[in-house]
Every structure is written in C-alpha cells, then in structure tokens.
C-alpha cells in the first residue's frame, strides 16, 4: 500500500521528522529521496523575500492527481509533499517532496517528475520582493521543457 500526504501549509516542516514519519514501521522501503527547495536570497536580483499564494483545495487536488499519476508510473510505497505559502525570506523551506520506493530509481525519478510538475503547473502564484518593489514570477522556458519530458507520447 502506498502512503500519502499532501499539506499546504504556511508554519515550516522538519525535513527529519517527515522521512521518519513517511518510513515508520515500514520494512518494504529500500530508498526515501527528498527535495526540498528553499527561498534563495540575494543572486544577484537581490529577492528579499517571497510570497506564495494559492487556490485552496484546488492545488491539493491538483497535486493529489499528479502524486496519483507518480504511483502509476512508478512502484511507489510513500509519497509525502509538503508546500508552504504566505511570506517567506531568504533560507526559509518551500517545498519537500519525499518518494519512498524498494529502490533508489523509481524514487528519483518520481521525486523528479513531481517537482517538475510542482514548479510548473501547480496552482501557486509567487511574488518576489526586491529592493525595487515587487513582482510575480513568470513561468521559465527551462522549467516547461523539464518538464516536458514527462509527457506521455
């Protein structure tokens, strides 16, 4: 059986905690990868902080079809994605995706495939403030293209 959690949330995660609590008493997980993107500061756009809104119960609804299709795709035991919204600065945690498999492959390239599909398509909208005043973020070519490479033929 595969275990899922999905939260949007706005209070930070514990990265430690939530791989212990994706892989407690669970004997049939051989590898647990995570991603976890994390506000980026000052590279030389000087973002002095992010602000990430979102459609309640749609964005759960629309990650849980994307984490359904990763099952599918993948032999998946765990998967666990954790998305903040509301203010955060430079340092703070974003995102976590945990995929927990029997093996390493199917893990990655789960963990691959759904923050490719987070940093695209999922209905979250990011406002970058700076020392000029603020804007939204505009979809990337290089993120489209990434994750392009999922789609099925």
Excluded at 92 to 119: C, G, P, W
Excluded at 123 to 146: I, R
Aim: proline share 3%.
């Amino acid at each position: 059986m595969t275990s899922v959690t999905i939260r949007i949330q706005e209070s930070d995660f514990d990265i430690a905690r939530e791989i212990a609590l994706l892989a407690e008493g669970r004997t049939d997980i051989g590898a647990v990868v995570s991603f976890s993107g994390i506000c980026r500061g000052s590279d030389g756009d000087g973002v002095s902080a992010l602000t990430l809104e979102h459609y309640p119960d749609m964005a759960e609804a629309e990650i849980r079809r994307h984490v359904d299709e990763a099952i599918a795709r993948w032999p998946l035991n765990g998967v666990t994605v954790v998305h903040r919204v509301g203010r955060l600065t430079p340092g703070q945690n974003i995102v976590l995706v945990l995929t927990a498999s029997a093996h390493r492959q199917a893990a990655f390239q789960a963990a691959e495939f759904l923050m490719d599909y987070l940093k695209t398509s999922a209905p979250f909208w990011k406002q970058e403030e700076n020392a000029s005043g603020s804007n939204w973020v505009e979809a990337q070519a290089q993120d489209d293209a990434a994750a392009a490479r999922w789609t099925k033929s």
